[in-house]
């Protein structure tokens, strides 16, 4: 009898482990689809800050080419070669 009653009380105390490994797995697979959706746009819209950062680098390689142009410009002002865009005016000598 002893025997019996054991029987009858391990699948009992067993489907508390299957229960939540059954909700367990329903939940990951819920989930799923969302955290997948959720890295692809993440992954296609940038983030304001990365926007901010790529324009930032534009402006400060725009900055660097326009000084480029300037010092070059100067320095053909200064050896009397300038083209017929150089403003030589407004170089100042040093």
């Known amino acids: ?3 019996s009653i054991l029987l009858l009380l391990v699948p009992l ?3 508390g482990c299957v229960v939540e490994t059954i ?3 329903a939940v990951d697979v819920v989930s799923v689809p969302v955290k997948v959706a ?3 746009v993440s992954a296609v819209v940038p983030s304001q800050k990365k926007a901010d950062e790529k ?5 400060r390689k725009e900055d660097e080419e326009r000084s480029k142009l ?3 410009a100067e ?5 009397g070669k300038q083209l017929p865009t ?3 005016a407004a170089v100042q000598p040093r």
């Open 86 to 88: 150089d403003n030589c």
């Open 1 to 3: 009898m002893r025997a």
């Open 13 to 15: 105390a067993l489907s």
């Open 38 to 40: 959720s890295a692809g």
């Open 70 to 72: 300037m010092r070059m």
């Open 75 to 79: 320095e053909r002002c200064r050896q």
């Open 55 to 59: 324009r930032g680098r534009e402006m």
């Open 23 to 25: 909700a367990k797995t």
